[in-house]
């Protein structure tokens, strides 16, 4: 049996190969692995009006969600090439809002060296819901 690693970075890869990239040609696929062990994938899609594009963790968490589950325990994100690819700013607060402190990022290059954090490092003073007033 694959280790959660191993079995994120496969799925990974995997879907990384679909993601729509014509203008960039920077393909990133992302895989989650939520509570229910089950693991989401995603991948990203861009659009000639630049702003209208979704990252691959975006995918990844809609996929997550419209299958009913809303926590994230592990996530991986490949890069096209030699270096890692940290989730953008917008992510990291969406992978925030499904996952805690503990939750680990993992990041991998094309050629599958991995590097990973806990939620908490890579989004240090998170906003979250407990900063919102009660109603």
């Known amino acids: 049996m694959k280790n959660s690693t191993t079995q994120l970075l496969d799925a990974a890869q995997k879907i990384q190969q679909n993601a729509y990239a014509p203008y960039s040609k920077f393909k990133v696929g992302a895989a989650i692995l939520a509570n229910?062990?089950?693991?989401?994938?995603?991948?990203?899609?861009?659009?000639?009006?630049?702003?209208?594009?979704?990252?691959?963790?975006?995918?990844?968490?809609?996929?997550?969600?419209?299958?009913?589950?809303?926590?994230?325990?592990?996530?991986?994100?490949?890069?096209?090439?030699?270096?890692?690819?940290?989730?953008?700013?917008?992510c990291r607060q969406k992978l925030r809002e499904f996952g805690d402190s503990n939750t680990i990022i993992h990041m991998a290059t094309a050629k599958g060296e991995i590097q990973s954090i806990n939620l908490a490092e890579l989004l240090p003073l998170a906003f979250e819901k407990s900063n919102l007033l009660d109603e």
């Open 36 to 90: 229910d062990n089950q693991v989401y994938t995603g991948c990203n899609i861009e659009n000639a009006s630049y702003p209208l594009g979704q990252c691959a963790e975006a995918g990844a968490i809609a996929a997550m969600i419209a299958a009913g589950t809303t926590h994230i325990d592990e996530v991986l994100v490949i890069s096209p090439n030699d270096d890692i690819c940290p989730p953008c700013g917008g």
